[in-house]
């Protein structure tokens, strides 16, 4: 069974700070999907990035990055020079590599950021 | 290009009625998700359609939950008896596959519907 964990349920910064979320994964595929959403104050799920399991290069988009460590586990994200508009929650998702149209993503329970002025 | 659309935004039924909650995902797309987010916790994931197929229903909670996509677009998610219990926010997505064999697995979510059981 697969099953991701963000260990921080709540983390709060002041504006420009640099803020990151821990997320671990488990599952028994050799191959897989990781994934990043946003879900802002609206409430829409937003994604933010899509990595696969052959690759482990960092990945810089802006303000943010992300470090994949297969060894373990993990798929942590940085918010760098943190602003009032990244605050929301931030979901961690795993997913089987594809073998047809689209598979379900297993959710962490999500790490909710706030921004402070 | 529109996105994915839910109806109704919200839905407040009493104990034991039916409710029917809508999807319209984006043209083209051919895989549609329910997921069901309760407070405070990440999207859980119910059913996955491919075209007009239930192609994973392992998440559906019981019986008494069911879904359809009967012309491969628009899908309804059918709840019967409603219990208090059913009370979240249910998120529909979509994705595409290209026929290439691009793999597009990104789902895109729609607003969700927030149901409340009285």
């Known amino acids: 069974a697969q099953k991701v964990t963000q260990a921080q349920t709540e983390i709060s910064v002041v504006e420009k700070e640099d803020v990151t979320l821990d997320c671990v994964y488990e599952t028994r595929d050799t191959t897989y999907y990781l994934f990043w959403y946003k879900q802002p104050p609206s409430g829409e799920l937003v994604f933010l990035i899509r990595?696969?399991?052959?690759?482990?290069q960092n990945e810089i988009s802006g303000r943010y990055s992300w470090n994949f460590q297969k060894s373990t586990s993990s798929f942590n994200f940085t918010i760098t020079a943190s602003q009032v508009v990244d605050s929301a929650v931030y979901f961690c998702?795993?997913?089987?590599?594809?073998?047809?149209?689209?598979?379900?993503?297993?959710f962490g329970g999500g790490t909710r950021v706030l921004v402070k002025p | 290009g529109a996105g994915v659309s839910q109806t109704p935004s919200n839905k407040v039924t009493e104990k034991g009625k039916y409710v029917e909650l809508r999807c319209d995902p984006i043209s083209g797309h051919t895989a549609l998700y329910w997921y069901r987010q309760s407070l405070g916790q990440g999207p859980e994931f119910l059913i996955y359609f491919q075209g007009t197929g239930a192609a994973d229903d392992s998440g559906l909670p019981n019986d008494r939950f069911f879904a359809v996509r009967p012309e491969g677009s628009v899908s309804t998610l059918k709840i019967q008896r409603t219990e208090r219990g059913d009370s979240a926010v249910y998120l529909c997505?979509?994705?595409?596959?290209?026929?290439?064999?691009?793999?597009?697995?990104?789902?895109?979510f729609g607003p969700g519907t927030r149901l409340t059981v009285l």
């Open positions: 997505a979509s994705s595409y596959w290209g026929s290439s064999g691009t793999n597009y697995n990104e789902q895109f």
């Open positions: 998702a795993l997913s089987e590599f594809i073998k047809a149209a689209g598979n379900k993503l297993t």
């Open positions: 990595r696969n399991s052959f690759d482990e």
